[in-house]
């Protein structure tokens, strides 16, 4: 009943309805305010939602948003019993901490955008959107993307009709080779080159598939797309900084192998690779336990003078002695080990065993030179030069019987840091010998950059010289045969295998060689008979 027919009007003076109605003026202004506040404090609820489930640099979802949908999806497949799978594709963009240190953070940072960018386009180009019910690509660690898929139903219900049942089978069929189709063309677009800020960057890209099983948990899914993506050998991030390659044909066209070479690379996880995975873990762990309890070992392989056949140094090779799987090469663990931070203890280990044999060798009058690898990791640590005079002093050898190894790829990691210990390296007497020369894609680039003595033939070309051999990588050779002696730079040809090998690389006045047809690697003290003997086994 409205309010002046229970109070008699004659009660009520003037100046109390003109109150009354300044009283429902101001609660209307009140509750007026108060949804205005209340709108203000929703949108401020969803921006810092935003905020705390956006990844800021690519305006992609981050790991939180993403394993919250995994799970409402997952939640949601269960309830309904849906027949759709579900999948996760882990993309890794390997290189990144290189790209850093080459350009700086600010073009980092730009690639990873146009990265984002890139796999949406690939999404929308794909009509990811019609073809799936859901789907959501966030960015889930520095150099990590994800993208969570799940495919339209194929039945909401499970029959007993046996077409109907093949015909679910073969849905389910189309839409995994779809995933995967979609999976190669996302490694795809990663295949074509960044521009960014006049560089043109080429990245190495690997994937990672794994679909969801009854009762699995997106974590576990999740574990499974990254474990699939690390069966994946790991290569390394190309960079075509074509401003700084020479003229050279030879160059030109080993940037362009660069460009052309297939990257696209997927694993679908299986059960095998979870046990792999443990066992990779469990060996992480042994890796550890190596270096306290001693069991790593340093190996000796011949450098031999290709006119006489006399040994005239050796490369230092590590080789670790492990209890239970006997002696183990190092492209079983090094990688392990410089994934964990480990390289560069070992690199110090093997430069300190190495010192202590050339200084027992110099007791017998044996002077021979002996090459040490050094890692990328090693090469950027500011005191490197420091720990090799620590050596020097140490043990009274002469520093013209060291040689430093490294490889293109250890020297894209900082270049103006590694120009800098290898130059100091060189003043205190040490010489630097560039590995596996050729196989990277800016091979002359480097020789006009790094102070270098001695380059190193990578045994990719020399197993196919000589007799019916490939002209292209006999032609390779004698380029750089004839590039190295116009700049004074000694030469070795690395993996001589046969007789066929030595006597051509010997026509073509090749310095040094190495190889298992001289000798494989071998104890300090088998490699004091060679040197003893001054021979080895040449036909």
Same mark, same amino acid.
């Given at each position: 009943?409205?309010?002046?027919?229970?109070?008699?009007?004659?009660?009520?003076?003037?100046?109390?309805?003109?109150?009354?109605?300044?009283?429902?003026?101001?609660?209307?202004?009140?509750?007026?305010?108060?949804?205005?506040?209340?709108?203000?404090?929703?949108?401020?609820?969803?921006?810092?939602?935003?905020?705390?489930?956006?990844?800021?640099?690519?305006?992609?979802?981050?790991?939180?948003?993403?394993?919250?949908?995994?799970?409402?999806?997952?939640?949601?497949?269960?309830?309904?019993?849906?027949?759709?799978?579900?999948?996760?594709?882990?993309?890794?963009?390997?290189?990144?901490?290189?790209?850093?240190?080459?350009?700086?953070?600010?073009?980092?940072?730009?690639?990873?955008?146009?990265?984002?960018? $890139? /796999?949406? +386009?690939? #999404?929308? =180009?794909?009509?990811?959107? *019609?073809?799936?019910?859901?789907?959501?690509? @966030?960015?889930? !660690?520095?150099?990590?993307?994800?993208?969570?898929?799940?495919?339209?139903?194929?039945?909401?219900?499970?029959?007993?009709?046996?077409?109907?049942?093949?015909?679910?089978?073969?849905?389910?069929?189309?839409?995994?080779?779809?995933?995967?189709?979609?999976?190669? $063309? /996302?490694? +795809?677009? #990663?295949? =074509?080159?960044?521009?960014? *800020?006049?560089?043109?960057?080429?990245?190495? @890209?690997?994937? !990672?598939?794994?679909?969801?099983?009854?009762?699995?948990?997106?974590?576990?899914?999740?574990?499974?797309?990254?474990?699939?993506?690390?069966?994946?050998?790991?290569?390394?991030?190309?960079?075509?900084?074509?401003?700084?390659?020479?003229?050279?044909?030879?160059?030109?066209?080993?940037?362009?192998?660069?460009?052309e070479k297939p990257i696209n690379r997927y694993a679908v996880f299986h059960t095998t690779m979870e046990a792999a995975r443990i066992s990779q873990q469990q060996l992480k762990q042994a890796i550890i336990k190596a270096l306290d309890c001693q069991e790593l070992r340093v190996r000796y392989q011949p450098i031999v003078a290709l006119s006489t056949g006399k040994p005239e140094g050796f490369e230092a090779l590590v080789r670790w002695q492990h209890p239970e799987l006997g002696l183990l090469n190092p492209n079983t663990f090094l990688p392990l080990a410089e994934e964990m931070g480990l390289s560069v203890s070992i690199d110090r280990w093997v430069f300190q065993q190495v010192c202590h044999q050339l200084w027992q060798w110099q007791t017998q009058d044996l002077y021979p030179t002996v090459s040490v690898n050094l890692s990328g990791a090693h090469l950027s640590e500011p005191d490197v030069a420091d720990y090799v005079q620590s050596l020097l002093e140490r043990y009274p050898i002469n520093p013209s019987q060291l040689t430093v190894e490294v490889t293109e790829s250890t020297m894209v990691a900082d270049q103006n840091r590694a120009i800098s210990t290898l130059q100091r390296l060189q003043q205190m007497g040490l010489r630097v010998s560039l590995d596996d020369f050729g196989t990277g894609y800016c091979s002359l680039t480097y020789l006009s950059q790094f102070p270098v003595d001695m380059l190193k033939i990578d045994r990719s070309f020399i197993c196919e010289v000589g007799a019916d051999g490939s002209q292209t990588n006999e032609a390779i050779v004698d380029s750089v045969l004839s590039l190295a002696d116009t700049l004074g730079i000694q030469v070795v040809a690395e993996g001589i295998e046969c007789a066929t090998q030595y006597h051509w690389l010997q026509q073509r006045k090749c310095m040094y060689g190495q190889g298992n047809f001289f000798a494989a690697a071998m104890t300090g003290q088998s490699a004091q008979l060679i040197l003893n003997r001054q021979s080895v086994n040449v036909a």
């Open positions: 009943m409205p309010l002046q027919h229970l109070l008699p009007t004659a009660s009520l003076p003037a100046g109390g309805t003109l109150a009354f109605g300044a009283l429902g003026l101001g609660l209307a202004f009140c509750w007026a305010k108060i949804c205005r506040l209340t709108v203000l404090l929703q949108r401020r609820e969803q921006h810092i939602n935003r905020l705390l489930h956006c990844d800021r640099l690519t305006a992609l979802d981050n790991r939180d948003r993403f394993f919250l949908e995994g799970e409402r999806i997952l939640r949601q497949q269960a309830s309904t019993l849906s027949h759709a799978k579900v999948a996760v594709i882990s993309l890794r963009v390997d290189g990144l901490k290189a790209i850093k240190n080459e350009f700086g953070y600010p073009v980092a940072d730009e690639l990873l955008q146009q990265i984002a960018r $890139r /796999l949406r +386009a690939c #999404m929308a =180009e794909q009509n990811i959107a *019609q073809r799936l019910s859901e789907s959501t690509l @966030a960015r889930v !660690g520095e150099h990590e993307f994800a993208l969570l898929i799940a495919p339209l139903s194929v039945s909401e219900s499970v029959s007993e009709d046996a077409d109907i049942q093949a015909t679910e089978q073969s849905l389910r069929q189309s839409v995994e080779q779809f995933v995967e189709q979609f999976t190669e $063309r /996302l490694l +795809a677009g #990663m295949h =074509e080159p960044f521009l960014l *800020q006049s560089h043109t960057v080429y990245v190495d @890209a690997k994937a !990672g598939l794994a679909w969801a099983t009854p009762g699995s948990s997106f974590a576990q899914l999740l574990l499974w797309a990254n474990t699939a993506a690390n069966t994946i050998e790991s290569q390394s991030v190309w960079l075509d900084c074509l401003s700084r390659v020479g003229a050279s044909s030879w160059a030109d066209s080993s940037v362009k192998s660069a460009a």
